[in-house]
C-alpha cells in the first residue's frame, strides 16, 4: 500500500489499481503499445481487509503477503496477471455486506479475498453464499463460515476461533492453575475463543472464576483490571488482536499484575506486537498454528523474503495472507487459469496440501485448514515454539458443515 492510500485511511475506497490507470490512459489516448499484445485477460482479485484501527496492521501484513506469495510465482497465475480492488473494511460489521456487494457486483472481482474481524465476515459470508464467488478469508475465524453456513466456494487459510484456544485449556490446567478469569472483546470471535478454552479447560478440571468482557475495540482496560486484581484468580485468559493487543500487555503490566497473576491466550496476544510492548509480554504463553522461530527452509525464507520487500516483520496474518496466495494459485493452475471452471478450481483447492511456512497443512470438509497448533512462550522479540499442543486438530469439527452442492 503506498503512502498515500495509507494517508487516505479511515474513508471508504476502491482502488483498481491496474484498471484505474489502464481507463485513464485509453481516455486520453494515451494507450501504451502493450494494452494491444494479445494475451489473457487479468485475473481481478477483491481484497476487503481492515487497513485502519486496532485492526489496521493485520490487514496491512495480509496484503503483502498475498501479493509476495502472487510475486514469487512470477507475478501471475498460470499465465495470467492479477490486479487488485482494494477496499478498508475499516473492521466495521455494519458495512460488511455492502463492502463485499459492491466488489462482487460492480467491481466483479474474479476472487474475494477477506477479511480478518468476524462480524464483517458474516456479511462477506452472506454475500458469498449469494453470488458463489471465489471466496478466501485469510484471517477472520468465525465458526459459522466453515460450519453451519459452509459453502462449496468458501475456503478458509488461517483458523476457527476456538481452534486457537482449544489447546490451552489442558496446559493451564495442568500448571496446577485451579481457577481463572477470562477476558476479551464481546463479538462473535472473542465468544469463540473463550468458548474453546473453556470447553478443554473445564473438561481438565478448572473452574472459570468470572467472564469479563468489553465491547469492541474499546481498549479502557483499568476497571476490569482493578476488578482482576480484587477476584485474585490462579490465571488469566484473554482474547485481545493487533493494536487492543498492545495497549493491552502494557496495561495489564503497568497495573502491577504482570509478576503476580499469570496471564494467557491464544498467541494473537503476543503475535505482531512484540515490537510495540517492550518487556511486557516477556515469558507469555499462547498457543496457535504458527511461530515465528518454525526451524523449516519455507519459514525461513519466507520471514526473509517478507521482512526484506516490505520493511515489517512476518507474523501469523501475514503468513495466512500468503497461504491464501499459495491455495489460489494450486487452485487456478489445476486449470490453466479458466477461472470459469468453478467446480475443477474448489476440487483442487480442497485437495491442496499447503506447504506453508506454519508447516504443511490440508483443507477440512468445511473447508477450514486441519493444523498443528503450537504452545509458544515470548522470548525476547520472538514467539518461541516450545512445544506441540495439539496436533491435526479439527475444531469445531467439520460435520458441523452440509455442504450443499
Ligand atoms: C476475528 O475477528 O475473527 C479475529 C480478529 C483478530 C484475530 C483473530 C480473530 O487476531
Not at 516490505?310 to 487452485?331: C, E, R, W
Request: with cysteine; glycine share 12%; hydrophobic share 40%.
Amino acid at each position: 500500500m503506498s503512502e498515500n492510500e495509507k494517508s487516505n485511511s479511515g474513508r471508504r475506497k476502491f482502488l483498481q489499481d491496474g484498471a484505474a490507470v489502464g481507463g485513464m490512459a485509453a481516455l486520453s489516448g494515451l494507450v501504451p503499445a502493450v494494452a494491444f499484445a494479445q494475451g489473457p485477460s487479468k485475473i481481478k482479485i477483491g481484497l476487503m481487509l481492515p487497513f485502519t484501527g486496532t485492526f489496521g496492521q493485520i490487514g496491512l501484513g495480509i496484503s503483502n503477503a498475498f501479493k509476495l506469495a502472487i510475486q514469487e510465482n512470477g507475478g501471475k497465475i498460470a499465465g495470467r496477471e492479477l490486479e487488485y480492488a482494494t477496499v478498508d473494511d475499516e473492521s466495521d460489521p455494519a458495512k460488511g455486506a455492502d463492502n463485499a456487494n459492491r466488489l462482487v457486483s460492480r467491481d466483479k472481482v474474479d476472487v474475494l479475498v477477506g477479511t480478518v474481524h468476524s462480524g464483517v465476515q458474516m456479511g462477506i459470508q452472506k454475500i458469498a453464499r449469494e453470488s458463489g464467488v471465489l471466496t478466501i478469508i485469510p484471517n477472520a475465524g468465525v465458526a459459522a463460515a466453515t460450519t453451519t453456513l459452509c459453502a462449496p466456494n468458501v475456503f478458509r487459510t488461517s483458523f476457527a476461533n476456538g481452534q486457537t484456544t482449544y489447546p490451552m485449556g489442558p496446559i493451564v490446567a495442568k500448571k496446577g492453575h485451579k481457577n481463572v478469569v477470562t477476558l476479551s472483546w464481546r463479538y462473535a470471535a472473542g465468544e469463540e475463543m473463550i468458548a474453546g478454552f473453556k470447553d478443554s479447560y473445564t473438561k481438565a478440571g478448572g473452574k472459570i472464576l468470572r467472564e469479563l468482557w468489553l465491547p469492541f475495540p474499546n481498549v479502557e482496560f483499568q476497571a476490569l483490571l482493578t476488578e482482576i486484581a480484587s477476584l485474585k484468580p490462579d490465571a488469566v485468559f484473554v482474547f485481545f488482536a493487533g493494536g487492543g493487543a498492545a495497549k493491552f500487555l502494557r496495561d495489564y503490566q503497568a497495573a502491577g499484575l504482570k509478576d503476580k497473576i499469570p496471564l494467557y491466550g491464544s498467541g494473537f496476544l503476543t503475535d505482531g506486537v512484540l515490537e510495540a510492548v517492550g518487556n511486557a509480554a516477556e515469558g507469555i504463553e499462547t498457543t496457535l498454528h504458527y511461530g515465528d522461530g518454525i526451524e523449516t527452509p519455507k519459514n525461513k525464507a519466507f520471514r526473509l523474503a517478507f521482512a526484506k520487500n516490505y520493511k515489517m516483520q512476518p507474523d501469523v496474518y501475514s503468513m495466512q495472507g500468503y497461504d491464501a496466495g499459495l491455495l489460489l494459485i494450486a487452485g487456478l493452475n489445476a486449470v490453466k487459469g479458466d477461472i470459469t471452471k468453478k467446480k475443477e478450481i474448489i476440487s483442487a483447492m480442497e485437495k491442496a496440501q499447503i506447504d506453508s511456512p506454519r508447516g504443511k497443512w490440508h483443507m477440512s470438509a468445511g473447508h477450514n485448514p486441519v493444523q498443528d497448533f503450537y504452545l509458544r512462550k515470548v522470548v525476547g522479540h520472538e514467539n518461541k515454539v516450545i512445544g506441540v499442543a495439539m496436533k491435526a486438530l479439527d475444531y469445531p469439527p467439520a460435520s458441523l458443515c452440509k455442504m450443499a452442492r
